[in-house]
């Protein structure tokens, strides 16, 4: 079946350690994104990536990093800058350059700061 | 820039009784609207999307969602609750342009709660 896969799902790490969350799609998807879920704000855009080899900022993108070396996969590197990294993220796809159709979501990662 | 509210935060109904869920977008340009279904520890589900066809949306699971352009609303509603439909819904907007002018924005979601 085609989709979104995040891994890991549950992740734990100390403070001052840089973590990388994955995300690989099948869908054949040219745009990928990155969100961050905290309780009663929505969705904030962390990274987005419209190209291979090509990603721009979005609103949160301090404390973060990305890459693109491959159209499936768009990994996020959540680094010890970012003061506050507990909280869920979400990964996302979709097709074409006009941004008309649906994003298509992955199943999540919540990363734990102990 | 587009922006969305949702009003309501917590949204209580019984089991059977019609769902409401409110959402008022801002748009410079015609919008594409978007509601999402997130059931806990899980990604977004698509319920339904606008596009500038039928302003009378259905989708998934019996909801179905009106554009009203001179309210800048897009409203989701659902004729008969089921417990099954307990979960946080979002609205989003975008402007249906290539770049990040045509990102999705999100609303800050709506937590339905379903009583028996």
């Known amino acids: 079946d085609g989709g979104i896969t995040q891994s890991p799902k549950y992740l734990f790490r100390k403070e001052g350690q840089n973590v990388t969350l994955s995300c690989e799609q099948n869908?054949?998807?040219?745009?990928m994104y990155w969100y961050r879920q905290d309780p009663g704000q929505g969705l904030r855009l962390i990274y987005y990536s419209q190209i291979v080899n090509d990603f721009q900022k979005g609103d949160i993108a301090e404390g973060y990093s990305v890459s693109r070396e491959k159209k499936e996969s768009f990994p996020l590197t959540v680094t010890s800058a970012q003061k506050n990294p507990t909280a869920f993220y979400l990964c996302?796809?979709?097709?074409?350059?006009?941004?008309?159709?649906?994003?298509?979501f992955g199943e999540g990662s919540r990363l734990t700061v102990l | 820039a587009q922006s969305v509210t949702q009003l309501g935060s917590h949204v209580s109904v019984s089991e059977g009784a019609l769902v409401l869920l409110r959402c008022n977008y801002s748009?410079?340009?015609?919008?594409?609207l978007f509601w999402y279904v997130q059931y806990p520890n899980q990604g977004l589900q698509l319920l339904l999307k606008?596009?500038?066809?039928?302003?009378l949306v259905k989708g998934i699971n019996g909801f179905e969602a009106e554009f009203k352009k001179s309210e800048t609303s897009f409203h989701l509603t659902k004729p008969s609750a089921h417990m099954s439909d307990a979960a946080e819904y979002f609205c989003a907007v975008s402007d249906g342009y290539g770049g990040s002018q045509g990102n999705l924005i999100f609303g800050k979601g709506t937590k339905l709660s379903v009583k028996p």
């Open positions: 606008y596009t500038s066809a039928a302003t």
């Open positions: 996302a796809s979709r097709q074409g350059a006009l941004n008309t159709g649906e994003l298509f």
């Open positions: 869908l054949n998807h040219d745009a």
């Open positions: 748009s410079s340009v015609p919008p594409y």
